[in-house]
Structures are given as structure tokens and as C-alpha cells.
């Protein structure tokens, strides 16, 4: 149980930081930190058959000292209800996401409310096309997210089409 939070709370840093990371590189380039180019296209899903429709709000790539991983993280500021995957690759194929698999991550009913969360227990990630050189991510997922109460939701029909993949590889 106690590596659970610590994954969990480690999660949440992870994807606060990378919010703010992003919103202070944009600012430094003078962009806006809410706005989408015409590569930064959709990111849906449904939960229990509910659709969300959504933007990237971090789509990089890091690397922690184990390899070039991949950051996938829906947009807050368009829909409260958020994605959050890391993949442990970058190149095309498909990733098992489960809490000690190739892949894991978290769905927020409410972003604003990170204590209530819900782990993908199983799943897949499909990455469909990488491109580092024009930085654009097309990739499928789908899965069964659990909270510790231990309710279950099925999010099914992820798709991110011609999302804008950040620049380079952060290292942390």
C-alpha cells in the first residue's frame, strides 16, 4: 500500500511539474500556454461510454536516468476530467499499462481534485506514429482504471490524433 501513494503522489508532482514546465517554456516563446496550433489536434475518450474531447496540455518525452520514456497528459484548462499515461518507450508499437507495466498512469474525474484518482490496473497503449522530426504523436489506449475504494471505470476509444509532441528529451 505504501508504494501505491508513493507512486501516486510521485505521479501528481510529475504532472504538476510538467504543467509547469510547459507553461513557462510557452511564455518564454510567446505563446500562450492554452493555445493549440493546427497539429495540436484532438486527444477523446469515454469513460463508462461518457466521450471527452480534449487537447495534449504536456505530450513529451523524459528521460529519469532508465531510458527515453513518453509523457501523455490531457489538457485541464479544456476538461477537468484528465488522462495521465507514461509510456516506458517512444517508438511505434503497443505498451501493457498496469501499475508495473510497460505503461501506467491515472484518470482525474476532477483535476482540480488530485486526492481522487483512479490507476489503470490493465489496458493498452498503442503508439501508431512517433515523429521527433516534425513532433507529432498519433497513438490509441484503453483500459479498466480502479480507485482505492476499489471502483472500477472502463475508458475505452483514447485516441490522440496529430498531437504536437514537445522538442526534445527533458532529463530529470
Request: proline share 1%; charged share 20%.
Amino acid at each position: 500500500m505504501k508504494g501505491f501513494i508513493f507512486m501516486a503522489i510521485g505521479c501528481a508532482g510529475f504532472c504538476l511539474a510538467a504543467c509547469n514546465t510547459n507553461d513557462k517554456e510557452k511564455k518564454s516563446t510567446g505563446q500562450s500556454a492554452n493555445t493549440t496550433d493546427k497539429r495540436d489536434a484532438q486527444i477523446s475518450f469515454k469513460v463508462n461510454g461518457q466521450l471527452v474531447t480534449t487537447t495534449g496540455w504536456n505530450i513529451s518525452r523524459f528521460d529519469m536516468g532508465k531510458g527515453t520514456q513518453l509523457n501523455i497528459t490531457t489538457n485541464m484548462h479544456e476538461d477537468k476530467r484528465t488522462i495521465m499515461i507514461n509510456v516506458k518507450g517512444t517508438a511505434a508499437g503497443d505498451y501493457s499499462i498496469k501499475t508495473d507495466g510497460q505503461a501506467y498512469g491515472d484518470y482525474k474525474p476532477d483535476y482540480n481534485d488530485l486526492l481522487n484518482f483512479y490507476s489503470f490496473k490493465d489496458g493498452i497503449f498503442s503508439i501508431n506514429t512517433i515523429d521527433t522530426v516534425n513532433n507529432i504523436l498519433n497513438a490509441a489506449f484503453e483500459g479498466t482504471v480502479q480507485n482505492s475504494g476499489g471502483e472500477s471505470l472502463n475508458i475505452t476509444e483514447g485516441k490522440i490524433l496529430n498531437a504536437k509532441l514537445t522538442p526534445g528529451v527533458t532529463r530529470y
